[in-house]
C-alpha cells in the first residue's frame, strides 16, 4: 500500500492525499484519484516522465467523437505533460538508480499535485527533483507545469525535451486526425480535429527554462514527427543551481461557448496573458479561487481524519468535473478523469451529483438542468423512436441527448455471445429522476424564471411521454409500466418495479400541481406555453386519469414493498461471503441467470425510493424495506453504499450508516488500488455529501422550511457546513450537544425546525450575525 | 555504440549480428534491423516487455488502409510478442534490479532472433532468461516465440501474462475496428477490421508452458479489456528449474489469395498442426527453408568479415521482405520493417531489387512484375486523370496502383506552409522504369509466356502513356518532356532530364522491336494482343515517328551529359563538409530554393543512365560523367552509394567503389543509431546485391552470353555466388587470380567471356560438374 491520509500538517492537515512510493500496480489508481481539472479540462496524473503501463489522458468537456463500429466518446487529446529530461546523455526514468524520499501530493486546499523525490544515477550523481501541476481555476483555458531540478553533488548538462504528443489514443482508438502543428517563434501551436464531430483543438505550449532565476544560455532545437512537435532545450549546470522548467498551455476547441474571434488568435493571447504574469501570480490566483471555493463548500467534520479527508476529496473533485461554464454538457460518470463509461452523462449528475449544487451553487445546478433543455430534441427522438410521445431522456447522454448507451457490451469471450446491454432501452426511470431533480431545484431555488424557461418544457414533454408509456392491464383495470429495468441493474426486463411507477405516480401528481399553479398566477405564460408545446385541456385531464390508475406497489407482509412483480417469489442466496468481497464477486460462483433471478440486488432500489420520496412512507415502512433489502444488496453499484448510508442514518441505524458512509468514501480513495482505474466514481462522491447532509445531518428542507433531525456517528464530534436555500447562506455547526445556525447572508429568514425527540439536542443556539 | 559484427563463431561466423547492451537510444535500430519477417508477414524487434519508448510494429503485406484525411499505409497489426513476467509478484523489467551478459543475435543462417542476459533484482533473486522468436519461412501464418527462464538461487512463484494486444497504432493512428475477441478454450482468438478497407485480419494464440520438460499445475486467468485479451498464468518453480514459455501464433487475413473455406477454421487447423508439431520441430523446419535458400542465394566473400556479414544481412532483409506468396503486392520501401513510406511500392523494386531474383527466383521476379499488371487499372486511371493515354503508373503505389503518393508532406513548422510533394506527378521515370525491368527479366529467363500474358501490355500500354506524354517543340522540331523531376530529387520541375528522355527513346526502341517479335514469330498472338489493347498500325507507326524525334542529351563539353537543361549553368556548392557528415546536413546551411538551383545532387541521376543504359554510352562517358557528377552527390538518398559503387567499380575506380559500398553496406547495419528507426532501406540492400555482381564480379548478361569483367576490391580474396539464367544455374568464385565457374544445373549452356584485359587474370578455370 503505497496511500497516506494524514501526510497534511498544519494548514494543510486533512487536506493532502499523499503517494508514498511510486509502483506499477496502483499507476492507474493515482492517474485517477490525482486527476486535476477545471470543469473544462481535466487531466489524468500520470507522470511527466513516461512509463509502459501508463494510461495518459486528457479531455474536454463536451468534446465527443465517434470511431467507426463504435459508441461516441470522449477523445484523449494531445499530451502535453511528457517531460524528457536527460542529465548528463542520461535520461531520467525511477526505474534506473535509486529513489529517495518519494512523495507525490495532492493537495485539495490548493489545488495542486506535486511531486518530490530524490534521485541517484548508477554514477551517483544526485539530483533534487521537484514537479508541480495546475489546472486553473481561475481561467479555465490554462494549465501549468513547474519542474524544480538541484544537482547537488555535480555540475553537467541537461537537456530537456518537451512539447505536444498526439500519438495518444482511447485504449487504442483515435479519434483526432492530426490537423496542424507548427513552431511560431519559441511556441508549440498543435490544432488537431476529431475525425468524425470535426472539432477542432487549440493548444499552444510555452516554456520557460531558468537558472538561479535567470535565463540562461540555452541551445534550442525542435522535434517534428508524425502526431508530435516537441522542443529540445540544451542547457549546463553548476552544482547547487535551481534548474526551474515552467510549461504555459492556452487551450481552446471549437466547440467553446460563444468565442468571439480568431480561436488561434484567442489561445495566442490568452498564452501571451498568461506567460506575461508567471507561474507564481498564475498559481496564487488559482489558490484564491479555490480558497474561495472551500469557503463556501468545505464541510468541516471533528472526529475523524479519514472522513475529514475525504469529504474534501468528494468535493475537490466535483468541482474539478463540473463543467460549470457550458449549459450544453454535463458531468460524466468518471467526470473528466478517466474514460470509463466514455465521458457518457447518466442519473448520476441529477440524482446523486445534483443535490450538493442545488445547495451550494444553485446557478450550477441550473446550468446542469439546461444541459437536459439543450438535449430535448434528443429526447424526443428517443421517444418517437420507440413509438412513444413527448420526451424520453437517454440512460447515457452524450452532446445531442441521442441514446449513446451501446446496444452490445463486450463480448462473452467464452460464449463468443454479444453480450446485450438493455440499459439504453429499459432503464427509462432517468426520465423521471431529471423530473425529480428538476423539482428539487425550484423547490429550494423558487427559480420561477428558470421554470418558465425551461423547466416545465422539461417535466411536461416527459410526463407526456410516460402517458404514452403506461399499459393499460384491463383485467386489473389498471396502468402497468412493463418490462423495464429499475435502479438495481442485477434485474432485467422487470414488471411494475416499484421505484418506477412511485416515481411516475409523483411525476404525475407534480405535473398537474404545477399546471395549477401556472395556470392560477401567470395565465399569460401558460397560454403561451400551451401554444409552444401544443398542450390542451383534454391532455391534461389524460394524466389526471391516467395517474389515478397508475399500479402502485404498496407495503404488504411486514410493510415490505416488492421490488417489482414476483420479487417476493424468488429464491434467496447466502450473501455473507459477497458482502465482505469485492464487486462482482458473485459472478465467480452464479451466473447471470441465477443471479437475476434470485433475491440479490446490485445497489438501492426500494430504498432509493423510500430516500426520495420519503414523504410518501411512514417512518416503520421505511426502515422495514431498508432492514429487509441492505442484507439483500451487494453494493456492487458505487451508487449503492451513500445512499443506504443516507437512509440508515434518518432511521437511526447510526452504525450500519457510518459503515455504509465509510465504504462508499473508500470507492475511490481508499486502499483498493483497482477500484479506480477507469477512472472517478462521480455518483459516489455526491452520494457522500447527501450521506453526511442529508443522513447524519438530517438536514431536509420542504415547505419552506428547514427540519433538522442530526445523528452525528459516534466518532464525529462536530460536522459543520454552509447551506444555500433560496438565496440565504446559513452556516450550521452540529454536535451531539448542540446545533449551532450562524445567518452567513439572509433575505427572507427560514425557519429552522430541530427534532428533539430523536435527537437528543442538549442546547440548541441560533446566532445571528 | 552497442552493436558487434564478430559475436558469430565456428558455422555462425559471419552470420550473427549482435545488440551487446540495451540502450533506449538504440532502441529503434534494433527494433528495425533485427525485424523478422516471411513476406507474408513481418515484425519489429521490440521485446516483449514493454519499454516507454519502444516502437512496436506488426505488419500483413498487402494490407492497406486509410485514415480520414490520411494516406493509405500498411496497418500495425495487434501485438502478439508482448509478455509480462512476474517474478514473487515484482514485473520484470531491465531497468530494475541489474543485467549481466546481455546479448540478443539475429542469427541470420537459422532466421532467429534470440535475447540471453541474467537479471538479478534487488532481493538478490537471480534466474537467466533466453527469448527465441521465429517467423516461420516453411508455414507463412505461423509465427512462434520461446522464452525461457532459470532461476538461478530460488524458489518462488511466476506469473506470466501473455495474449493479444490491439491497443497499437501508426504513431497513433488506428486503422482497425477491434472487432472480435475471444477466449476458446486456452487460445486468444482475436479479429480486428481495417476501419476503411474492410479487411479482417484472424489471429489465433496459444500457448505452452513447461517446468522441467513437463506440464506444471498452472493457475489460469484471463485478461480483457478494450482492444486487449490476454492469459495470465501462474506457478510455482524451485531453484534450477527449467521453466519454458512457447507460444504459438497462427494468422490469416480475409485479403489472403485464394484462401478456401471458412478463415476462422483455417487459422484453427494451422495452430492445431503446428502446436501439435511442436515448437522444436518448427524451429528444425524453419532453419531447413532458410539452409535452402542460403544455398541458393548466399554470397560468400572473403577477406572481409563485415562485408561478408553485410551482404547475407542484406539477402536475409531481402528474403524477408518479400511477398513472394502473392502478385497483388510488392515489396514495400522499407519491407515490412517499419511505418516509413507507408508499406508503399517505389522504383526501389523493379531498379533496385529486382536484379537479385532475376538472377536468383525468377519465379519471384515474374510475381513482383506481375503486382504491376495488376495494379495497371490504377495507372490506366492516373494516365487519364492526368490527360494521357495509356497507363501512367504511380510513383507510390500501394494496393490499387492509383497514385499514393501524398499531395503534402509535412508542414513547414515555421512558416505553417504545407510542403509540396511533387514525386507523385513529377517522378514520372517509374513508367520507364517498371518496363526497363520487365525486359530484363524477359532478358535473363526468356520467359515468353509471361510477356504474352502480362509483359508486353504492360510495356505497350506504358509506351501509350509516353507517346502521349512527349510534347512537341516546333522552334527545335523534337520531343521534349517537361516539367519532371528526375531520380536526383533535389532537382524540382526540370526539362528534358538526360535519364527521363534516353530511358524514354530505349523504350520506344524496344517496343518497335517487341513488335516486330510478336509479329514474325507468334502471328497469332500478335492479332490478339492488337485486340485486347486496341492497337493499330497507326499507333505503331506514331512511336517510330517520335522516337526519332526525342530530344537526347549529348556528351557535351569534356563528355558530360548534361543532367537536364540548364543544369550546367547553375552555380556549385563547396559540398565537401557536407559529404562528410550525415544525411541532410546541407539543409542546416542552404535553403531549399539555393539547393535545388545549384550544382548538388541528392543521388545518382546521370550516373544511374549510364549504368542502366551502359551500352548506349561508351567508356569515356561513362567514366567522365562519374567523375563530374559524383563529388556533386551528397548520397543524401540511400538509393545512390551502391550504384555508385557499381558504375565506380565498372570503370576501374576500386577503391571509390569500395568505399561506396562500404557506405551502402552501412546504412542499416552500421553504427548510425538512427538511420533505419523507420524502417530498412530495401532498395540500399538490393543495390548491395548489384554493387557485387554487377560491379566487382563484373558480371554482364547480354546477347544470351555472360560477360565478367571482375575488379575485386583490394581487402577480398574471393567473391563466391550462385547465378541463374534462362534456367541455368552456374556457381562462380572469382578470386583476383581466377575464375572458376562450376555449372550447377545446365539444360542449354551459356557462353562465358571473360574480359582479360581489364581484368588481370592469370589462370581462368571452367569446371564442369
Redesign the interface.
Known sequence: MCIRYQKGKNEYKNWIVNESEFN?KSQHKFETIFSLGNGYMGTRASLE??????RRGFYIAGIFDE????VTEMPNLPDWIETDIYINGE?F?M??GRIYQYSRNLNLKDGTLVRNFIWENHKGHILQFNFERIISMKNLHTALLKINIEPMNFSGKIEVVSGIN????N????HL??G?????GDDILYIPET??SEVKVYMRLSHNILVNKSTPNVEKE?I??????KRSFKFNFEKGDNIEINKYLSIYSSRDKKIDGNLETKTLNNLNKIKAKGYSKLKKEHIDKWSSIWNDIDIKISGSNYDQLAIRFALFHLIQMTPNHDDRISIAAKGLSGEGYKGHVFWDTEIFILPFYIYNYPETAKKLLKYRYNTLDGARKKAKDNGYNGAMFAWESANSGEETTPKYG??D??T?EEIRIWSGETEQHITVDIQYAIDQYFKVTDDFKFMKNYGFEIFFESTRFWTSRLEYNDKRDYYEINNVMGPDEYKEHIDNNAFINHMVYWQFEKALEYIEIIRDKQPDFYKNLKTRINLNQEEIQEWKTKKDKIYLPQPEKGNIISQYEGYQDLPEIDLEKYKQGEVGDIFNDFGWEQITNSKVSKQADVVILTYLLEDKFNTETIKANYDFYEPLTLHDSSLSPAIHAAVASRIGKIESAYNLFQRAARIDLGENMNSSDKGLHSASLGGLWQAIIFGFAGFNYKDKKVYLNPKLPNKWNMVSFKIKVRDNVYQLAITKEKINIQEIRVKEPIPFIVNETSYKVKEKIIIKY
Do not use: M
Open positions: 506499477v516522465e513516461r512509463y509502459s503501463r501508463e470511431y467507426p463500429g463504435e535520461k526514468n526505474y534506473k498526439g500519438r495518444v489514443s485504449s487504442g482508438t483515435q486526425k492530426e496542424i502543428k507548427r513552431l511560431v475525425q468524425q525542435f517534428a514527427s508524425r502526431r508530435i512537435l463486450d463480448v469471450i467464452l463468443g
